[in-house]
C-alpha cells in the first residue's frame, strides 16, 4: 500500500488495523490521536516514535493490549508503577520488563507472582525471601519454588504450599525439610 498522508483514512487504516500505522506518513506516525488508535488495535510500541513511546496515555494504551508492549516504552514509564501493574495485569511475565526499582517493589510483585508464580525468578532477590510473595507464588504454580531463598524452601508453611500445588516442587525442598522424618511423613500422606 502507498504512503497514507490523509489523516482521516489513516485513522481508519490504524483502526482496522494497528500495524497500518507502517503505511501513514512519518508526520501522521507522530500524531497522538493516530498512534492511540493504531496501539489500541493492536500495534506494539516497537512502530511509534520515540516521543510517544515516553507519552504515559500511548504507553498505557498498548500495555493494555499486550503487557510485552512495556519492551518498547521509555525507561522512565518501565518505572512507572501505574504502567507496569496494568502491563502485569495484561501479562505476568511483562515484569520482566520492569525496572529493577519495581522489581522490588512489593505490590507490583505481588501483582506478578500472584497470576504467574514462575516470575518469581525474575524479581529481586530480596523479595525471593519474602514469605508472603513466595507463597503467593507457589500457591499458583509450586515450583517457584525453586526460585525461593533457601530459608523459605526450608519453611514448612511455603514447602506445604508448594506441594499441595505441585508434587514436583519435593526437587527443590531445602537440606533442612528433607531431613525432617515427620514432615516427609506429612507429605507423604499428601500422596497417599
Not at 500511548?58 to 508503577?81: F, Q
Not at 501483582?111 to 499458583?140: I, P, Q
Amino acid at each position: 500500500m502507498d504512503i497514507i498522508y490523509n489523516k482521516a483514512f489513516a485513522l481508519l487504516a490504524v483502526k482496522v488495523s494497528g500495524y497500518m500505522l507502517e503505511s501513514v506518513s512519518s508526520e501522521l506516525q507522530n500524531d497522538k490521536e493516530i498512534v492511540l488508535a493504531a496501539v489500541s488495535a493492536s500495534c506494539y510500541l516497537e512502530d511509534v516514535s520515540i516521543e510517544l513511546r515516553n507519552d504515559k496515555d500511548v504507553v498505557l494504551a498498548a500495555v493494555n493490549h499486550s503487557g510485552y508492549a512495556l519492551e518498547y516504552a521509555s525507561m522512565e514509564l518501565r518505572n512507572d508503577k501505574e504502567v507496569v501493574l496494568a502491563a502485569i495485569e495484561n501479562d505476568a511475565g511483562a515484569i520482566r520488563l520492569a525496572s529493577s526499582e519495581l522489581k522490588s517493589d512489593k505490590e507490583t510483585v505481588l501483582a506478578a507472582v500472584s497470576n504467574d508464580g514462575s516470575m518469581l525468578k525474575c524479581v529481586s532477590t530480596a523479595l525471593r525471601d519474602d514469605k508472603e510473595v513466595v507463597l503467593a507464588a507457589v500457591e499458583n504454580c509450586g515450583d517457584a519454588l525453586k526460585y525461593a531463598s533457601s530459608k523459605l524452601q526450608n519453611d514448612k508453611e511455603v514447602v506445604l504450599a508448594a506441594f499441595k500445588q505441585s508434587k514436583d516442587s519435593f526437587h527443590y525442598i531445602g537440606e533442612e525439610l528433607q531431613k525432617d522424618e515427620g514432615f516427609i511423613a506429612e507429605l507423604t500422606a499428601l500422596i497417599e
